[in-house]
């Protein structure tokens, strides 16, 4: 699995854009880009996953790089519930395969009132 | 409402105990996996399964054994329990996604293991 590097930490204003970066430099073809956060010490929450195109949902928007070797996370409105670490994971999907995921250090988020 | 279960959210335990943490998830999902992480620190993979009666060894090395006799069920067993398995230990499940990748990983809300 390509090896991923996210800040260690950052600030975010309540209200406001958080943008969380993650570099993927050695990203194959086949690997998807996965976001994960952990708030606390609860069991990390899935947030938002893709492989070539720009993803949205209800919890965030995930931008990838034309060529995949960086992908931005963003929560469009953050609130101080958004404290987190956010994973950022890069992976290949494998059928009949165990397709663990390897979590890093993350980035701790700090949303400020 | 959670789709996967741990059961306890908290447990301690005195040396040389054995102890059984529970896991279970009602979504039909194949792969299951524990983690294992301390506090402050990262996610350490200890064990997964592909499916019923498929059990692997994670990246990390653990002295725990895991069954897997039925799809939603896949508990973890420590036989004789050491101060050095103080941790929280979280169990998690996942499923293909049609058209590529997966749904991603549902987390249960972990067992905090205290052995005295």
């Known amino acids: 699995d390509a090896k991923t590097t996210q800040p260690p930490s950052m600030d975010c204003a309540e209200g406001r854009a958080a943008n969380l970066p993650c570099n993927h430099s050695?990203?194959?073809?086949?690997?998807?880009v996965y976001w994960y956060r952990q708030i606390h010490s609860q069991g990390p929450q899935y947030i938002i996953h893709?492989?070539?195109n720009n993803e949205t949902n209800e919890m965030a928007s995930l931008i990838i790089t034309e060529d995949r070797k960086s992908s931005t996370l963003i929560l469009p409105h953050a609130t101080l519930r958004d404290t987190a670490v956010y994973y950022c994971?890069?992976?290949?999907?494998?059928?009949?395969?165990?397709?663990?995921?390897?979590f890093g250090g993350g980035t701790r988020l700090m949303v400020k009132p | 409402e959670a789709d996967i279960y741990q059961t306890p959210r908290y447990l301690v335990i005195g040396t040389g105990k054995k102890i059984t943490l529970e896991c279970s998830q009602t979504?039909?999902?194949?792969?299951m996996y524990w983690y294992q992480q301390d506090p402050g620190m990262e996610l350490h993979l200890i064990h997964y399964?592909?499916?019923?009666?498929?059990?692997e060894k994670g990246d990390l090395s653990s002295e725990s054994t895991v069954s897997r006799i039925r799809t939603e069920h896949f508990p973890l067993t420590l036989e004789s329990a050491r101060p050095s398995h103080t941790s929280q230990y979280l169990c998690?499940?996942?499923?293909?996604?049609?058209?590529?990748?997966?749904?991603?990983?549902?987390f249960g809300s972990g067992t905090r293991l205290t052995v005295v």
């Open positions: 994971i890069v992976r290949a999907w494998v059928n009949n395969a165990g397709n663990m995921l390897t």
């Open positions: 893709g492989l070539k």
């Open positions: 979504m039909g999902h194949d792969k």
């Open positions: 050695t990203i194959s073809g086949n690997e998807y």
């Open positions: 998690a499940s996942s499923a293909p996604r049609p058209g590529g990748g997966d749904y991603g990983y549902t």
């Open positions: 399964s592909y499916g019923v009666n498929s059990t």
